[in-house]
C-alpha cells in the first residue's frame, strides 16, 4: 500500500506562492506577467523571503526610484545597513519611490519602505492606508495584526502601527503608516530593523541629515529600543525557517519523506530558538514531523510527535486542530488499519462540516487565526473545500483497502466534486485522485477505463514534478491495468518506464506495487522458456529497487551526509537544487498552460526555461558521478545480472528472496545462469516461522528446535533451487523482511525426525554445514564490496568491550532531537545488563591474533568520545582506526525494533562521567559512517535483531551497510546475545584458522568454526553456534599484518 502525506495549500492565482519564478503584475485590467530578462540566478532563498516576509512579489519591470542609496545604521543585533531602490509594489497605487533595507551580507531585504505621493491629506491617507487600503490587504493576507496603535517614530512624528505575525511561523513582523514633513510612509520589516526603518523614513523625508546616519551610531527612538529589546533574529534566520519549510513539502509532495523529516526539523530547530513561547506553529510542525516518521513506518515516534502537537495545539483554531485529526487518520492508514483510519477520516469530515457552516465558508478575510503550514489564509472556502476534499479521498482510500468499492467509487465522486472548487489544494492532488480512480476501475474489472485514467494522471503529474515517485507508482499501475487487460507489450513498456526512472534517482519501491510485474514475467517465461533467462534477469534487476523503509532511511542519511562532504558536496547539493528548482519551473509551465489569458511568449519563455533546467540536471548529474564515483554505490543503485557473474567463483552462487505480497519471489544466479521462481510464503507467514524457529532460542530456558519446521521453510524458500546449487560450496544470500532475523545457516537441508531429547543435534543436516555462508545487505553490496582491494593496515586487531552501564537519558532527548514522550523508551536503556565477560572476550581473541596489550579498550575506555577520536582523520591525515585490519566490538546493539524512538540503530558505549555535551553514549549509524576505517572484518558482538519480525534484522544489516561505507570489507554479526564460552569458543576457533589458514576466505572460517561447536554434544544445539552471520564479502583471506 503507499503512504500518504498530506500536503499544505497552494494559493489561488490571484495570491501567488511567494516562490513562484514569475510574479504577476496588472497591465490594462488583464493578468500578465513580465517575462524576466536573463539575470543572476538568485534561487529560493532570495526570492522567497522577498515576497514572502515583506509584502509579497514586486513588479520588476516598474522604475526604481532614482539612485537615492545611503547608510541607515546598524539593526538590533549590530549589522550594518544600507537603504537602496526597490521594486514598485505590485498593484500598488499612489507609490512615489520605494526602498528595502538590505543588512549584513543577506540578499534579501530586512524591511521596505514606500513613499506615497502627496495627494491626499496626511492624516486621512494615514487612517486609510492602515484600516483598508491595498497595502493593508496585502498584509492581512500574510500577516496577523491587531488594531493600529497611534505611534511616534524618530520620538516625533504620527504614526500608527501595528506589531504582527506571521501566519507562516509566527515570526513577529512590524508594519506602520507614518506621516514626516508632510509626506506619508508605508513600511514593513522584521523588528530589529526598526531603527532602520525609522531612519530610512527620516532620510528620504529630510528629518535626518543621510551623511551623519553611520557616524552618528544611527538614531534609536524609543520604540525601536523597546522592538529590538524583544527579538533578536535576522533576516537570515527567518529565511532558513522559509527555506526549509519549503524544502520539506517538496520533498514530502515528491514522498521523499526522510529528507522532508530533515528540512522539518531544521525549521522547528530555528522556530524554537527565536520563538520558544509559539505553541501552536511548534504544534504544527510536530504534526508535519509526526506524518513524516508515519510514512516512514517509524509508528512509535509518531505516536509520540502527534501527542505533542496534540498538546501543544490545544489553544489553536479550530481547522488547525482538525487537521492534526486528518494527520492522525493518514497515520493510521499507513499502519494498515484502514477500518480505524476511515472511521477518523469521516468524524473529522463531519467535525470540519460543523466548522464550515459556523464559520461561514463562503465568508472571505478579516480573520486573524492561525493557518497550517504555509497557508496565509486562515479561514476561507479554498481551505475548507482543500480539506474536505482530503478527507473525503482517504475515505474512498480506506474504503478501497477494506474492498467496499461501490462506496469508495462514491466518495472519490464526492472528492472529485469538492477538488473542483478548492482553488488551494495542491496541484499534485488530482493526478493522486485520478490514481485512486484507475484503481477503482482496475479492481471492478475496468481495466481499459483505468488506463485511460492513469495516462491522464501520469500526463498531469509529469508537468508538475520531473521523474517523481508518484509518476513511478502511476507507471507500476498503469502496467498492472495492461496487464490485466491483457496487453503484455505495452505492460511491460510502462514497468520498464517506472523502473527507470526510479533506478535513476534511487527510489525505493513497494513490493506490492513491483509484484504485478514479476508475476507476469513468470507467465511470459513458462510460455517461452527459450527466453527465461532474459525475463528472469530483467526481474533481478527491478527487485532490486525494492528496499524496506529502514533501508531506504540509511540511504537517505547517506546522500544526505554526502551532500555536506567537502569534496563533493557542492555539486551534489547543486544537483539537489537543479532537480528542485527544474520541478517548480514545470510547475510554473503547468499553470500557465491550465490559464486562458496566457500569453504565446509567457509560454514560450517557460518552455526554454524548462529544457535549459532539465539539461542543467543533466550535466550536473555527470558532474557528480566524476567528483564522487561512489555516489549510486551508495545509494544502492541496481546492478545487472551480468555484474554479479562477473564477481563470482565458479563455486559461488547467489539466492536473493523478497519477501511480500501476495507471494514472494526468489532468484539463484550463478556464474553459468540465473533463475527466479514463485514462493508461496508472505510477509505474515515467514514472520510467524521465524518467531516460531526463534522461540527455542530466544526465551529464557533452551528450548526443543524445531528441525522438521525448519526443513519445510528450506523446501519453501529453496526447494526449487536445489538442481542449480549442485556444485556450490559458497552461497550467498540476500533475505528480506523477516527472514533477516533468522540465520539462514540454522535451515535444515533434509527432512530429520524432531530431537526429543532436546539435546544431541550433531547428526541434523544444516545449511551451515552444506554451504559456507556470506549475507550481503544488497546486490549492488556484493558487488562493490567484492571489487575492494583487501586492507593494507599496519595492525591486526583493536578490540572495544564491556562498556559501562547506561545512565543518561536527558543526554540522548537532547542530542537527538527526541520529543520528551520517549523518555520511557530511553530509560529503557538503563535496564540494559553489563556485558560481564566481554572484557575477556575481546583480550582472549586479542591473544589469538597476537596483538599488543594496549589494543584492548574496555569499561570507561571505551567511550565515545573515545571511538570518535579514533575513527576520525584530522586534516590531511589519517584516523588511528585506519590502522587496524579487525576491528571489535563486544557492547548492546541497540536496533529500531528495540527502541522505536528513532530510526537509526546504534552501538552502546561508555559515557564517563563528566563527558563533553555532544557525547551520549550512543555510536549511531550515521556516526559510523564518518569513522575512517581499513578493515576487512568488524566483529559486532552482542546485537539482538529479535524474533518477532519487526525490523530488527534489516537494521542489523542498516548498520553493517554503515561500517562499509565507512571503510569495512566484512562483518560478523550477531543475532541473539550468546553464552561467552560459546562465543569464546567460537572466536577462538574462527581467529585460528584466519591466522593459519589464508587460502579461504572468512565465510569458510566460519564454517569450520560453527562445525567444531556443533560437533560438540554439550553445545550442538543452534543457539550456541548459529548466532553469527558474516556480512559482506565471505569469500576474501583476512591476513593478520603487512607482512603477510
Known amino acids: 500500500m503507499p503512504v500518504w502525506s498530506c500536503r499544505c495549500v497552494r494559493r489561488p492565482r490571484a495570491m501567488r506562492t511567494p516562490s513562484s519564478p514569475i510574479p504577476a503584475t496588472k497591465n490594462s485590467g488583464k493578468s500578465a506577467r513580465i517575462i524576466p530578462m536573463k539575470r543572476p540566478n538568485i534561487r529560493i532563498v532570495a526570492t522567497a523571503v522577498l515576497c514572502a516576509a515583506l509584502g509579497g512579489c514586486m513588479n520588476t519591470s516598474s522604475s526604481r526610484s532614482g539612485d537615492t542609496s545611503f547608510l541607515v545604521g546598524k539593526n538590533g543585533i549590530g549589522e550594518a545597513c544600507r537603504a537602496q531602490p526597490g521594486a514598485r509594489p505590485e498593484g500598488g497605487t499612489g507609490v512615489q519611490r520605494t526602498l528595502e533595507v538590505y543588512c549584513g551580507n543577506w540578499r534579501e531585504p530586512s524591511a521596505r519602505v514606500i513613499e506615497l505621493t502627496p495627494d491626499m491629506s496626511a492624516n486621512a491617507v494615514m487612517g486609510n492606508y492602515a484600516s483598508q487600503s491595498w497595502w493593508r490587504g496585502d498584509i492581512d493576507q500574510r500577516l496577523t495584526c491587531p488594531a493600529p496603535a497611534a505611534a511616534k517614530v524618530l520620538d516625533r512624528y504620527d504614526a500608527l502601527l501595528m506589531e504582527c505575525r506571521r501566519k507562516q511561523g509566527g515570526w513577529p513582523v512590524v508594519a506602520l503608516v507614518a506621516s514626516v514633513n508632510g509626506a506619508v510612509f508605508l513600511a514593513e520589516g522584521i523588528p530589529v530593523a526598526m531603527s532602520q526603518i525609522e531612519n530610512t523614513i527620516g532620510g528620504l523625508a529630510g528629518a535626518i541629515d543621510r551623511s551623519k546616519i553611520e557616524d552618528a551610531g544611527g538614531s534609536r527612538s524609543s520604540v525601536a529600543e523597546r522592538l529590538e529589546a524583544q527579538t533578536k533574529f535576522s533576516i537570515g534566520d527567518l529565511s532558513a525557517f522559509e527555506n526549509a519549510m519549503r524544502l520539506g513539502q517538496y520533498y514530502n509532495s515528491i514522498r521523499e519523506f526522510a529528507k522532508a523529516e530533515d528540512q522539518y526539523r531544521q525549521a522547528l530547530a530555528v522556530l524554537m530558538k527565536f520563538q520558544p513561547d509559539d505553541e501552536v506553529n511548534q504544534g504544527i510542525l510536530y504534526a508535519h514531523l509526526a506524518l513524516q516518521a508515519s510514512n516512514q513506518q517509524r509508528f512509535a515516534i509518531a505516536d509520540g510527535l502527534f501527542d505533542q502537537a496534540e498538546t501543544k495545539l490545544g489553544g489553536a483554531d479550530e481547522l488547525v486542530r482538525l487537521r492534526l485529526g486528518s494527520y492522525r487518520a493518514l497515520h493510521l492508514a499507513n499502519q494498515r488499519q484502514y477500518d480505524n483510519a476511515l472511521e477518523q477520516a469521516k468524524k473529522v469530515a463531519a467535525e470540519r462540516q460543523s466548522v464550515s457552516v459556523a464559520k461561514g465558508a463562503g465568508r472571505r478575510g478579516g480573520d486573524d487565526s492561525q493557518a497550517f503550514g504555509v497557508s496565509d489564509v486562515a479561514r476561507n472556502t479554498e481551505i475548507l473545500f482543500a480539506d474536505m476534499a482530503l478527507d473525503t479521498y482517504t475515505q474512498a482510500r480506506m474504503q478501497e483497502k477494506t474492498g467496499r468499492l461501490r462506496e469508495a467509487s462514491a466518495a472519490l465522486d464526492q472528492a472529485f466534486g469538492v477538488l473542483g472548487q478548492a482553488r488551494m489544494a495542491p496541484s499534485w492532488w488530482r493526478p493522486q485522485f485520478l490514481f485512486l480512480q484507475a484503481e477503482l ?433 584530522p586534516e590531511n591525515g589519517a584516523a588511528q582506526l585506519e590502522q587496524y585490519r579487525i576491528v571489535y566490538f563486544a557492547t548492546h546493539g541497540l536496533l529500531p525494533n528495540e527502541l522505536n524512538c528513532w530510526s537509526e540503530p546504534a552501538l552502546m558505549v561508555s559515557l564517563p562521567e563528566g563527558a563533553p555535551q555532544q557525547y551520549d553514549g550512543l555510536l549511531t549509524a550515521s556516526e559510523i559512517e564518518q569513522l575512517r576505517l581499513n578493515a576487512d572484518l568488524v566483529v559486532l558482538s552482542a546485537c539482538n535483531t529479535g524474533a518477532e519480525g519487526s525490523g530488527g534484522g534489516e537494521s542489523l544489516t542498516g548498520i553493517a551497510r554503515s561500517f562499509f561505507v565507512g571503510g569495512a570489507r566484512s562483518l560478523l554479526v550477531s543475532h541473539w546475545q550468546v553464552d561467552n564460552e560459546a562465543t569464546i569458543k567460537l572466536m577462538t576457533e574462527l581467529f585460528r584458522k584466519i591466522s593459519t589458514d589464508r587460502s579461504k576466505g572468512s565465510a569458510y572460517h566460519l564454517q569450520t568454526a560453527q562445525k567444531a561447536i556443533i560437533a560438540d554434544l554439550d553445545q550442538s544445539h543452534p543457539y550456541f553456534w548459529a548466532a553469527f552471520t558474516l556480512v559482506g564479502d565471505g569469500s576474501r583471506p583476512i591476513t593478520l599484518s603487512a607482512g603477510l
Open 441 to 873: 476501475d482496475v479492481d471492478t474489472g475496468s481495466p481499459e477505463r483505468g488506463v485511460g485514467r492513469l495516462e491522464t494522471a501520469i500526463a498531469e503529474q509529469r508537468k508538475l514534478f520531473s521523474n517523481s515517485r508518484l509518476e513511478v507508482l502511476a507507471l507500476l499501475a498503469l502496467g498492472k491495468a495492461h496487464a490485466a487487460a491483457d496487453r503484455a507489450d505495452e505492460s511491460l513498456r510502462a514497468f520498464r518506464a517506472a523502473f527507470a526512472i526510479s533506478a535513476e534517482r534511487s527510489t525505493a519501491l513497494p513490493y506490492e506495487v513491483v509484484f504485478p510485474f514479476f508475476d507476469l514475467m513468470l507467465t511470459l517465461a513458462e510460455k517461452s522458456p527459450d527466453k527465461a533467462e532474459a525475463y528472469f534477469a530483467e526481474m533481478f534487476e527491478a527487485g532490486q529497487l525494492v528496499r524496506g523503509t529502514m533501508t531506504s532511511q540509511a540511504i537517505a542519511r547517506t546522500a544526505v551526509r554526502m551532500s555536506a562532504d567537502r569534496s563533493a558536496g557542492g555539486v551534489i547539493r547543486r544537483l539537489q537544487d537543479a532537480e528542485r528548482d527544474h520541478d517548480r519551473a514545470k510547475n510554473e509551465l503547468a499553470w500557465m498552460e491550465a490559464d486562458p489569458q496566457a500569453l504565446p511568449n509567457e509560454l514560450d519563455f517557460l518552455r526554454t526555461e524548462v529544457e535549459n533546467k532539465k539539461r542543467a540536471v543533466s550535466q550536473l548529474t555527470q558532474e557528480v558521478q566524476s567528483a564522487f564515483p561512489r555516489y549510486q554505490s551508495l545509494l544502492d543503485a541496481p546492478v545487472k545480472v551480468a555484474d554479479v557473474q562477473a564477481q563470482l567463483g565458479q563455486r559461488d552462487a547467489l539466492y536473493q528472496v523478497i519477501v511480500g505480497e501476495p507471494m514472494s519471489v526468489a532468484f539463484l544466479v550463478r556464474k553459468d545462469g540465473v533463475m527466479a521462481y514463485r514462493v508461496a510464503l508472505t510477509t505474515g507467514q515467514v514472520a510467524r516461522e521465524t518467531k516460531a524457529l526463534r522461540s527455542a532460542i530466544d526465551g529464557s530456558q533452551l528450548l526443543e528446535y524445531d528441525v522438521i519446521g525448519a526443513n519445510k521453510l528450506f523446501e519453501t524458500l529453496m526447494g526449487p533451487a536445489k538442481p542449480r546449487l549442485a556444485g556450490i560450496e559458497h552461497l550467498v544470500t540476500v533475505p528480506s523482511g523477516p527472514l533477516l532475523s533468522l540465520p539462514l545457516g540454522l535451515l535444515v537441508t533434509e527432512p530429520h525426525p524432531r530431537i526429543a531429547d532436546n539435546r544431541d543435534y550433531r547428526n541434523v543436516p544444516w545449511l551451515a554445514q552444506r554451504y559456507a555462508l556470506t549475507l550481503t545487505p544488497s546486490v549492488r553490496s556484493f558487488v562493490d564490496l567484492r571489487r575492494v582491494e583487501p586492507s593494507s593496515a599496519p595492525q591486526p586487531f583493536i578490540g572495544f568491550g564491556d562498556p559501562l552501564p547506561f545512565t543518561n537519558v536527558d543526554a540522548v532527548l537532547r542530542n537527538r532531537n527526541l520529543p520528551d514522550s520517549c523518555r520511557s523508551e530511553v530509560a529503557r536503556l538503563t535496564k540494559l545488563p553489563r556485558l560481564e565477560g566481554t572484557d575477556r572476550e575481546v583480550r582472549t581473541v586479542a591473544q589469538s591474533v597476537q596483538a599488543s596489550a594496549g589494543s584492548v579498550l574496555i569499561r570507561d575506555g571505551f567511550n565515545h568520545e573515545k571511538v570518535r577520536q579514533l575513527g576520525l582523520a
